[in-house]
């Protein structure tokens, strides 16, 4: 049977967030041979978002009844972090293709958990939302160290920077979180792990400060945080998270090799768009990740669809999530200690 022909793959969704309702119109309404056809949260006005926004037919509170719904070929799972391990492993418990949002899980243990369990599902996709190696910009940059364009690269300086939202959404969501290295930078960790060719992490180092969010400060968390990651091989990751830019969503991320640089996403511009004025030249920013990676989280979605369909081999492993997780801890503890940690 060709692509065409087969039938669309049935996917259900849990978590109808922030995120999640991204991905349930993705999924609804973008992603081929795919079908939306359950929707999982605790919260009823979310589900009946689900229904009357996209039709989805199929609703659960419960989540146990959602991933042995007979009907479902695939689950993508955008729940709060701290459920990821356990609702990855009974989806795929219950035979289910599993993408599930990154980080994988805030401990090793438990990603290696997940990890155990997959290997015995050879059958089945696990994919974890590593959104920025769909861009096509990281992409492109990928391809390009790959082919030798910077000689060999051994510095990544990477920032995942985020408007400061006054209403404090992330003060509320830290506790499951993980922290802003965990839930921030673990996305700058696994970019450096890719474009550096994933050499083996073995100290971090981390400092960070509460600009604007007193509430972090009980939680241990901070609002801007910066760390160093040293690699085997001498490669360096140097990374900075902020939770309170004034202008917008500004991502971005530098290579160095030994025959040059690449940079990505330099500044958090909007568009091509230069307006002058009595008050300057500017330019319009990125609001926030979704319109950054809007396109990388389509590509993702139709990727995950095609592994699960057979047609695409998958491109990340789930070690690579269990790497930037033991990575991320690291890098959390030394926050906490004020000392180098190892990895
Ligand atoms: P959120 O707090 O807005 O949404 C969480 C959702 O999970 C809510 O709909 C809630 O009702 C639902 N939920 C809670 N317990 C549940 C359960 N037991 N079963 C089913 N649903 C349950 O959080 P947000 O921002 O949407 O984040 C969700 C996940 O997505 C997090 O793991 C986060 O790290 C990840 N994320 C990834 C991003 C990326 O760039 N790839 C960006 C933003 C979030």
Redesign the pocket.
Known sequence: MTASHRPPLKIGI???????KRHAEQIALRTRGAELVSA????AA?LGWARESLGVQTLHED?AAFVRDPQLDAVVL????S??ADQTIAALEAGKHVFV???LALNVEDCERVERVAARRPDLVAMV?F?RRFDPSYARAADDIAAGAIGRPFVVRSQTCDQNDPDGFFVR?APT?GGIFM?CSV?DIDLARWLLGKPRATRAFASGTIALHEGLRPLGDVDNGMAIVEFEGGQRAVLYASRTFAHGHDTQTEIIGTAGQLLVGQGGARDRVVTSDANGVHRQSVAD?FER?GIAFEREMQSFVACCRGEQAMSLELSDATQATRIGLAITRSLHSGQPEPV
Do not use: M, Y
């Open positions: 849990a978590g109808l967030g922030r995120l999640g999982c949260s605790p919260v979310e989540f955008v729940t709060p972090t459920l990821h949002e990154k980080p939302g959104v969501f979180s839930d996305h990740f990676f």
